[in-house]
Every structure is written in C-alpha cells, then in structure tokens.
C-alpha cells in the first residue's frame, strides 16, 4: 500500500468504526457523509482565502427522550489514528472544524429542510469520534490530556480555542469512553442472547409528555455518550431486566449510591444487575453483603446481582460485523411492587429534578459547570445556567462525579466572605484586655438569647481568643442540614467569627461567614454585643456599616470603581475589572438613555463580563446616574512579603437589584492557585491579603463620604 493510500484506509476504518459503534447504540440510521455551504466564509477562512463549505461524517437525528421539548441533530466527524494519537493540537483543530460546523449547518436552508416537519425545537449537536487502534492506548483519555487547553480560553490572555463560535455542544468519545459503551453493550449482548437491547430513559423534569413518555428505547441519546453510569434494558417475553454498567472500580460508598440509584431509575425490573469494572466475588462479596443489608425493606435486593463488566476492543469494528438476530419477543411490562428506598443522604445518588437545584445554585458559577462537563468530554458553545443547568439534569453521573460536585460545593462555600463595621470608642483609654473581658461576658450571655437558625445547631460554640495584630477573634462553627446542596453533602459544617480591632479612637468590627446561616447568626450576636457594649458606654454610637443607598447611582459606581485605582495600595497592582451586576434605575423620573430605557421593567439584573469593562459606555456620567449598581469582580496582582501571585476581590451588596434591600456590602478575597504559591499556607495567605484590602475598603469609603457630606458639616 503507498503513502497516499495508507492514510486513505486509516480514515476509513475509522469512519467505519465509528458507524458500527453507533449502530450498536441505535444509530444505524446514521445518514451517509454530507456537505453544506458556508454561510460565514471568512469568520472560517481557509489559509487564505474564505471557506465555501463543511464536510461531515454522518448526520443522525432523533426526538429527544431526555427533553421532549427537542430534536437532537448530531453532526458526526470520525478521527482515526492507527498507531497511536496525534498531538493535543490536533484536537483543536478537529474541534474548531465541527464547531464551526455547527455554526453554519443551521443556516444552510436545504441542509436544515431535512427536518422542517419535526414540531420539536432543532438542536444541532457534534459528535466527535476520535480513537486510536494502538493496543497500548485502549483506555485512553485523551478528554483529560485537552481539558486544560480548553478551559484555560476564558482566562483574559487565554487562546480562543472554540470562543467566538456559535454552537451548542460538542461530545468528544475517545478510547476510554468507546471502550466502556463497547464494552457494556456487548456483556449485555453475550448475558442475554438474542434479546433486544434497549436503554434506560430516566426522568429528568423535562421529559414529561405524556405523548412521548417511553421508559427506554433502541436509541442511546447523545447525553449519555460520555455517562460513566450507562443502564441498560433487556426484555423478552417473560421478565425485564435492567443492566447497571458503572465505569468505576468497585467501593463499599459508590455501591451504596447506585443501589439508591437502581431503586429510583428500575421500578419496572424484574432482575438487576450492577457491574463495576474490577468487582472480584471472591474479595468483594462481604462488602456487597453488608451494603445490602442496609435496604432491609427492599424486594429489589434479593434480585441484584452485582458483576464485572467484560472488556471487549472496540478496534474489531475495522472488521465485517455479524448481525444480532433478535429471537426473543418483547415482554409484557408488568411493574413490579417494591418497597421505597428511603432517600438517606449517604446514599443518593441525585439526578433530574432532584439534581437541578443543586446545579442552579449561586455557590456553582457558569464556569464551574463548564469545567465539569468539560472534564467528561462534553464542550459547550454557551455557559450560561440556562444553557447548562437543563442539559446536565439529563445525565446521569458516577458517584466519582458526585464527589467532584460535592468537594466544589464544600470548597466554594468554606471561602471567607466579609462584613465590616466600625464605631467610635467612648472609652478613649480602654484596653484590648478590658474590651475582651466585655465581649466575654456579652458571648456568653448571648448563648441563652441569641440561638442558630432553625436548621443549624452549634458544632462549636462562640469561643474567644486573641489573634494576630492584637485582634479580639469570637470563633463559632454552626452544622447545618437539609440545605438544597445538602442532597449531596449531608451535613455541613460553617465557620464564622466577629472580629474586633481597636485602632486609635475607633473600634472596627467585622463578621467573616461562611454561608448565609452563619452570617444571619453573627449578625445577630453582633447587634447583641453592640447594645451591651452601648449600655456599658463603651461605644458611643451603634456600629456603621456599608450600605447601597450610603450612595446615589453616580456615587456608587464611583465607589466602585476607585478600587481600580491602585495608588495608595501597597501590596495591590495591575487592577483589571472582571465583572459588573447593573440594572436600570427604574424609579428616576428622567427618561433613562435610550439603551437602558428599552430595559426598564424588563430586565432584573445586567452582568457583564470581560477584560475591557472600564471603557464600556455605561461608565460615562449619562449612564452613571441611570444604572444601579450591586457588585464588581476585580482581580490585583499582588506582591506580599516573600509571595507574589493575582488575587480576585468582590465588592457586593447582596440582594440589592433583586430585592430593591438597602443591603450592606459584603467583601471576599481570593488567592489564585498557582506554582509559586504551592506548598504555602493559602489560607493565612488570603486572610493576610483580606485584612490589607479591608483596610484599604474602609480608608476609601471614608474619603468618599466626606466628599458626599455637605460643605460646612
């Protein structure tokens, strides 16, 4: 065979491959290769000159029994590699050419004519089929060598891998994942002979329609491409068996999980049957018994069989394919009785409805949903919430990608946020030790009068100490259940503290927290030692805050955006605003410009993100007077002692736009995690940089207040 001819066959065994692997999964109506004009030729261009058309391998098209409210269009590209894969660059380029792809497909009136008869919405999706027939590299992730490339495109000097395209998703299967659905099928395939094999279609929330409501079929949808958790459905004409592939190793914990899984997706199963990739009986099955026994009510257990899946090589699709005959005939479903699974939070294993408000939560950002899906192999054109949170309630995910969820969700929500607040001493002479003894004898006084919320009890109670810079620290840990993310977490654990700080003839104070819970609760031990502390007639006055109408819109966003001045800052350089929450001044009774006008009532909230924010036009004084303000993202370089590195400051009045509160600002600080600082204490590194910065905060909002004040006062 001659040069030119070998890589011919070597792209045509992979298209091959990639056509029997989706028949298998219900794909064998994959339509042949197909071309369409390129409607945005130069926004494509091709070296040099602009690009005409796209080129895919295979188009297939289905109604979506996931989200009834879809039609899935799945572009299919097949990437071969016969002795081992290409370099991560070549990964881009695959993506970016089916990305745009996918930008143009729907625009091309007699490609998109193909499917004008489905009632459903049209959703174009990519499927990138992207393996490698070295023997070595059967379980190769090539997803968890390009991630990183791929995520790193949002930061400001980041290379624009696939941003500035217009498309939905891209699902990437590499070696690791054809050789688990592989794998899965055929097990499957070689248990139950001749029978039909069908996937299960769990309830998401958006798969409701009566019409359409089907409990599996033939199709595996695209969603589940990169599943680690893959149920399949065996029927014949006496029972129904489903078939729970979890490409996973075995572990007391994740069978836990899966069993609470079997009883919420397989209420209509006769037999089921639990497969981990290296379950072993002989070492295994006294784990397996004890996990069973903790269903005591259940009749699914006396049928759970839990097994190895077989791993079988995907390359053997290169060759000629015997078909299945199916033999056996469909059963007729009758639904088995069993006994509820009581939803134990050490055994779910969430999805659906059950899954979406964990999602949607604050506490997960845009991008960290990207950043997950993206480690399965799923890339997506837009990040918003919106976008993401439905497309995710329709997978299923391993217990490992529970843990990630659940680590992200601890970590975010264990990050330090800060109130401060400040008071003039009327005690000029008193000491830290005598303030200390005051606050001692408030907090424990408080203990039989300020209680946790509801839901919340004290894991530790207010404790006082002496901290650094001479720093009167009351320390409290609050444990809380029955959150919305506690579905995944259980029991929480909160710190918080009131920290007080005399400093000339002032007493500053401030409440760190940790979770909305230990701020209600700090706020309330807060006001008890300010009324204490005012009867004794060690302050004179109550505590002031920061608070949004402290300002007028104008004076607000100046507020704001001083802190992108760094002069004065010591430790801080090199501001860059990230981030801005605005609305419209719905109340003025001047007419808003003409932009913000067609927004009035309409719109409840305006983020803009970027790395040019403080040229926008919104920042001139027409627009200044009109927007309110509620918070901003700024990211410093930093240099503090022997450390240098960037950190992320936000100011924001939480609330504010959505509640129209006279809400006070809330300040958090975060180090980025980087080389240099690896190995160091980050959390005294942030709460060090934290202290600078609220300092700054305050020495800023009392320059800004003085030129509000009225000449004379």
């Keep these: 065979m001659n040069g030119g001819e070998f890589p011919k066959k070597v792209g045509e065994d992979g298209e091959k491959m990639m056509r029997e692997f989706l028949k298998l999964v219900g794909w064998g109506a994959l339509a042949p290769a197909s071309s369409f004009s390129c409607s945005l030729g130069e926004k494509h261009k091709l070296s040099d000159s602009d690009r005409q058309g796209h080129n895919v391998d295979g188009i297939f098209h289905y109604a979506n029994p996931l989200n009834h409210d879809e039609t899935d269009v799945v572009l299919c590209s097949a990437k071969h590699n016969q002795d081992a894969y290409s370099a991560k660059s070549k990964a881009y380029s695959h993506m970016k050419d089916l990305a745009q792809s996918l930008e143009c497909a729907p625009k091309d009136f007699s490609f998109n004519s193909e499917f004008e008869n489905w009632d459903r919405k049209k959703v174009y999706k990519g499927l990138l089929f992207w393996i490698s027939s070295n023997p070595s590299e059967r379980n190769e992730s090539m997803v968890d060598k390009i991630s990183d490339g791929f995520l790193k495109e949002d930061d400001p000097d980041g290379k624009p891998r696939l941003r500035g395209i217009n498309f939905d998703s891209i699902y990437v299967l590499d070696n690791k994942k054809v050789t688990f659905i592989y794998s899965s099928v055929k097990t499957a395939q070689q248990l139950y002979p001749g029978n039909q094999i069908n996937f299960l279609y769990p309830h998401t929330g958006l798969n409701n329609s009566p019409h359409d409501l089907q409990p599996y079929g033939k199709i595996l949808p695209i969603q589940f491409m990169n599943t680690s958790i893959l149920p399949i459905v065996v029927d014949d004409a006496n029972s129904v068996k489903v078939l729970i592939f979890c490409d996973i190793d075995f572990d007391k914990e994740y069978l836990k999980r899966i069993i609470w899984l079997a009883h919420k997706t397989c209420g209509l199963a006769n037999k089921v049957d639990i497969f981990f990739n290296d379950y072993d009986v002989t070492s295994d099955s006294k784990t397996e018994a004890v996990v069973k026994q903790m269903f005591p009510d259940s009749q699914l257990i006396s049928k759970t069989t839990i097994r190895r899946i077989n791993e079988y090589d995907f390359v053997t699709l290169k060759e000629d394919q015997v078909e299945q005959i199916i033999v056996n005939q469909i059963a007729e479903v009758r639904p088995q009785i069993h006994a509820k699974v009581s939803d134990d939070l050490d055994r779910m294993l969430p999805f659906g409805e059950i899954i979406k408000p964990i999602l949607a939560s604050s506490i997960l950002s845009e991008t960290d949903l990207k950043s997950f899906l993206v480690r399965k192999g799923i890339f997506i054109g837009n990040k918003d919430k919106q976008h993401t949170v439905p497309l995710m309630s329709t997978m299923l995910f391993s217990p490992e990608e529970l843990n990630t969820l659940k680590f992200l969700l601890k970590e975010k929500e264990d990050k330090i946020k800060t109130v401060l607040r400040k008071t003039n001493l009327a005690q000029k002479e008193i000491s830290r030790d005598v303030l200390a003894s005051n606050l001692q004898e408030v907090m424990e006084n408080s203990l039989d009068s300020v209680f946790p919320p509801t839901n919340c009890k004290f894991h530790k109670k207010p404790n006082i100490s002496i901290g650094s810079s001479d720093e009167i620290v009351i320390s409290f840990v609050l444990e809380k259940r029955n959150s919305t993310k506690d579905l995944i977490t259980g029991t929480q654990h909160n710190n918080g503290a009131l920290i007080f700080k005399i400093e000339n003839d002032e007493l500053i104070g401030r409440i ?42 104008k004076g607000r966003i100046e507020f704001f955006l001083n802190f992108m001045t760094t002069s004065g800052m010591v430790h801080f350089s090199d501001a860059r605003l990230e981030y801005i929450l605005v609305k419209p001044d719905g109340d003025l009774p001047e007419v808003l410009p003409f932009d913000l006008e067609s927004l009035k009532g309409k719109v409840n909230e305006l983020a803009l993100k970027g790395t040019s924010l403080d040229s926008v036009h919104y920042f001139t004084d027409e627009y200044k007077k009109s927007l309110l303000m509620q918070k901003v993202r700024i990211k410093y ?14 100011l924001d009045f939480k609330g504010a736009l959505e509640m129209g509160a006279n809400t006070e600002l809330h300040f958090n600080l975060e180090v980025s995690k980087s080389k240099s600082n690896k190995g160091l204490d980050q959390e005294k590194l942030n709460n060090d940089l934290a202290s600078k910065f609220n300092a700054i905060i305050q020495e800023r909002y009392k320059k800004k207040k003085e030129l509000l004040l009225p000449s004379g006062d």
């Design 512 to 553: 760190d927290y940790t979770s909305k819970e230990v701020y209600t609760y700090g706020t309330k031990l807060f006001k008890e030692i300010e009324q204490e502390l005012l009867s004794k007639a060690v302050i004179k006055d109550e505590f002031l805050s920061i608070y949004f109408n402290d300002f007028d819109n």
């Design 637 to 650: 370089s930093y240099e503090f002692g022997l450390h240098q590195g960037t950190c992320t400051i936000e």
